[in-house]
């Protein structure tokens, strides 16, 4: 078994509570898991590099949204943390610390990496590297194309330090004038320059555009030379306050846009070029404490060495994978209707294609006796294939309703635009609910055939975004069974009317039911274990943090009920405790893909892999976010096929994975067995086989 670099222990200093782990500390546990990836030379080394730029723009959301509103907490006054006894500064103090132990160690991969990408044949260069023919060549190019866009600041008292916005970066020069003055300058790098340029007549050789800024700063600054140079960064308080009564939602939501690019300062990262006194300076400047400041040997703003691997050739990546059309369909000839109507199909994403989904609401909108299409929004794209569908069924005169959640973090500008353009189409656009979001994945269509009116529904794990289908494990679910097709209605008609739904025949519903659902399959659990009956749990989310859940969940181990939780990201239950969670076992997957899909199994009386188990899958984890303050579905998967897919396939597929998979320890640190030629990986099993559901005619046997 090998450990993760930098593990630590997850239970916060000073914690009265040692059943469970921090929920901060077990977060930044899961970024070095991810980082951890970009160590594994068995992974080509495109794709480390991506792991690593995926794990600096994960820690960088962490400090936007986590730590920030910890320190705003501190600036309100509070001294522990709110419902728990955990002293404030001392976590402050705890996370801060990993989170630059983190920050050093992506740093440190970033720049092994780089030089492994210079073996391959791919410099990053300065200006020392660079012939007489680049330097003229760059000389012209920054000319025409970056010293226009440019506005450089004199630090004196006419001219204060300029404002930073988020994501803001620049490079500060301590300068000496002809007549021998010390001065001091800014130039902010816009949004829009690119921060790599490739010099012509070759794919091999960048050059970072704060070398770029730096090598001609005397046309700026003519006869200047340069005492010290170095580039920052800044991050600011992300989170945004909204008055969910509000009479123009969408107007307040516009003004904390804006707020946001001026929240307060929260991390500074900066070159180690610059003198300590500069560095004191900028803290200053941006009023930050010292443990706000982070001082790089490397390269800053690592997340945009995404676009440096535009540079790298093909080879350096996993082979493409081309996601598979259900056969089931196609040997509909690609009408999802009938294709549903013969039986209820799961697609597996990314392994088959996010496509189904799309064709389902095209084909809806071109469908004249298709007469209402319901859908949420939660994350999509900016040109979004599903919003042009819905536009078209609403302009050829259908009854088109969209719920699209605005307060989707980061998303709340693209979701703004959406639904603009959907209104001016036509469509009957909601907002969401007060003090609440929507985060159920879920579509519906009423066709009229043979004179009535069937529905159908389509149920997901994730989110209706083309360019994430194709990244993220998700499962997508279609049925025209009657009384789920009713519950899909019913809870379109509290979206919109607000008015909660009385009762629901299958679907379990956040904020409603969904807690004591669970509550009540564990206990029915912890029944079976003490009457000698079969029992067991399998639970796969991407967060585990409700205290209740968690601790039933003890009481279900300490009856002898066996549990197998895969929890991707965030899990503060600790396991293998002796008399507490000795029956409970936790692994993370953590792989090609980002595993997204929650599904929830209970043996119900039965022994695993049995007709009596209960299976479900969902849009919500298991946090108190999305028990009490999301709209969640929990989606009971009953048709035999189906049920046997997520069942059979997918569960144990995960459970038996040996290559992707770490297990938690009772101490909060990750193991991860050793590589071998036995490991086996669940995403290279889904890629190469077909998902059952979805097998139509190739289930049939050769005669």
Not at 510 to 534: L, R, V
Not at 545 to 555: G, N, Q, R, T
């Amino acid at each position: 078994m090998s450990i993760i670099p930098n593990t630590k222990p997850l239970i916060e200093s000073g914690a009265k509570d040692q059943t469970l782990f921090n929920r901060e500390l077990s977060w930044l546990a899961f970024n070095e898991r991810v980082l951890a990836n970009s160590f594994d030379t068995h992974i080509p080394l495109g794709e480390r590099l991506r792991f690593v730029t995926i794990a600096a723009n994960n820690l960088d959301e962490f400090y936007m949204i986590r730590l920030a509103g910890l320190f705003q907490l501190k600036t309100r006054g509070f001294k522990t943390l709110p419902e728990q006894n955990t002293v404030l500064e001392n976590l402050i103090s705890q996370i801060t610390d990993r989170a630059k132990q983190l920050d050093i160690s992506q740093r440190e991969q970033l720049n092994l990496i780089l030089n492994e990408c210079t073996n391959a044949g791919v410099f990053l260069i300065e200006e020392a590297d660079l012939s007489q023919t680049e330097i003229e060549w760059l000389k012209n190019w920054y000319e025409g194309n970056i010293l226009p866009l440019l506005a450089p600041t004199t630090l004196d008292p006419s001219h204060p330090f300029p404002f930073i916005q988020n994501y803001g970066k620049g490079v500060f020069f301590e300068l000496k004038s002809p007549i021998g003055e010390s001065i001091n300058s800014v130039i902010l790098i816009p949004e829009n320059i690119q921060r790599f340029v490739k010099l012509p007549n070759t794919n091999s050789r960048i050059v970072s555009i704060e070398t770029v800024i730096k090598m001609f700063i005397s046309i700026i600054y003519p006869q200047h030379l340069i005492k010290s140079s170095g580039m920052f960064r800044l991050l600011r308080d992300s989170e945004i306050e909204i008055d969910d009564e509000a009479d123009d939602l969408i107007r307040q939501f516009e003004s904390a846009l804006r707020a946001r690019r001026r929240g307060n300062a929260i991390n500074l990262s900066i070159s180690d070029e610059l003198s300590n006194d500069i560095i004191a300076y900028l803290g200053r400047e941006m009023h930050l404490q010292d443990n706000q400041i982070t001082i790089s040997s490397g390269p800053i703003g690592i997340p945009d060495f995404f676009k440096f691997l535009n540079f790298l050739d093909s080879s350096l990546f996993f082979t493409p994978f081309e996601a598979r059309f259900p056969q089931r369909i196609l040997d509909f000839k690609g009408d999802c209707f009938a294709a549903i109507r013969n039986k209820d199909i799961i697609v597996h994403h990314p392994y088959e294609s996010f496509d189904v989904v799309l064709r389902f609401l095209q084909q809806a909108a071109a469908d004249p006796q298709v007469l209402t299409i319901r859908q949420t929004l939660y994350r999509t794209s900016a040109d979004s294939p599903i919003v042009k569908a819905l536009v078209t069924a609403a302009e050829t005169g259908k009854t088109v309703s969209a719920l699209i959640e605005i307060k989707a973090r980061f998303d709340e500008e693209n979701n703004i635009q959406l639904a603009r353009r959907l209104e001016r189409a036509g469509v009957q656009v909601a907002y969401g609910l007060a003090h609440m979001k929507i985060h159920a994945k879920l579509s519906l269509v009423t066709r009229k055939e043979a004179g009535q009116l069937v529905s159908y529904a389509h149920y997901g794990t994730g989110n209706y975004h083309p360019v994430t289908a194709k990244i993220y494990t998700d499962l997508s679910y279609f049925t025209c069974n009657p009384a789920i097709c009713r519950d899909a209605w019913r809870i379109f008609n509290y979206l919109t009317s607000h008015i909660k739904p009385e009762k629901l025949e299958k679907v379990i519903i956040s904020p409603f039911s969904s807690f004591n659902w669970f509550i009540k399959n564990i206990d029915s659990e912890i029944q079976s274990a003490k009457a000698g009956k079969p029992s067991g749990i399998w639970m796969k989310a991407n967060s585990l943090v409700d205290k209740d859940i968690i601790h039933k969940l003890y009481e279900a181990s300490q009856a002898g009920v066996k549990i197998h939780l895969i929890v991707r990201g965030i899990c503060c239950l600790r396991p293998q405790v002796k008399g507490l969670s000795e029956n409970i076992t936790v692994t993370s997957i953590i792989g090609r893909f980002l595993e997204h899909s929650r599904i929830y199994i209970f043996a119900n009386g039965g022994k695993f892999l049995s007709p009596k188990n209960t299976v479900i899958m969902a849009s919500g984890d298991l946090m108190p976010r999305n028990l009490y303050r999301r709209v969640e579905t929990f989606i009971p998967l009953e048709n035999e096929t189906v049920r046997a897919q997520v069942l059979k396939q997918v569960i144990v597929a995960l459970l038996q994975d040996t290559s992707n998979c770490w297990e938690l320890m009772s101490d909060g640190k990750y193991m991860k067995k050793e590589k071998s030629q036995d490991n086996f990986s669940s995403h290279t099993y889904f890629m190469q086989n077909p998902s059952l559901s979805g097998l139509g005619s190739l289930a049939v046997p050769n005669k």
